[in-house]
């Protein structure tokens, strides 16, 4: 049997796994975006147009990561940053049409991958692994 720290270090891996499958899925599509760059991408187009600050704490990065990884998006055309009108030194991030176009077929690249990631499962044990994760998460935040 499996102790919490086996259970806890196997699903960092499945979450590197995931990572890796999806900066391969992603390259193989012709789409110049890591997997990073997608999770902050994939936030974006549910809410764009955020602060920065926002987008760290959804993501669990630090600014300064959060920072580097938007100026290597913004070089490439696919976000802007905007100076937020009520704080002048908060930023804003706004996506272009070039980030917009880039939402169909990687959103595709990433669901290819949740396909092979749950492939053989059944529904009753999905609804039951989501349920034992949400405790985890709820656990965390108190």
């Given amino acids: 049997m499996l102790d919490r720290g086996q259970l806890t270090a196997m ?7 995931h990572a890796l499958e999806l900066d391969q899925a992603l390259r193989k599509a012709e789409i110049p975006l890591t997997a990073d760059q997608f999770r ?4 974006l187009w549910t809410r764009d147009g955020g602060h920065q600050e926002y987008y760290a704490r959804k ?7 959060l920072t580097r990884m938007i100026q290597l998006l913004e070089r490439a055309g696919y976000l802007m940053r905007l100076a937020d009108q009520g704080d002048q030194r908060a930023k804003k991030v706004a996506l272009t049409e070039s980030g917009w176009a880039l939402q169909a077929p990687a959103e595709a690249c990433a669901n290819e991958i ?5 492939e053989g499962f059944m529904s009753e044990e999905r609804e039951q ?11 965390l935040m108190g």
């Fill in 129 to 139: 692994l989501s349920d034992i994760l949400s405790r985890l998460r709820h656990n």
């Fill in 59 to 65: 993501l669990g990065r630090d600014r300064s990561a």
């Fill in 114 to 118: 949740l396909l092979k990631m749950w």
């Fill in 40 to 43: 902050l991408m994939q936030l």
């Fill in 11 to 17: 699903l960092g891996r499945i979450w590197v796994l």
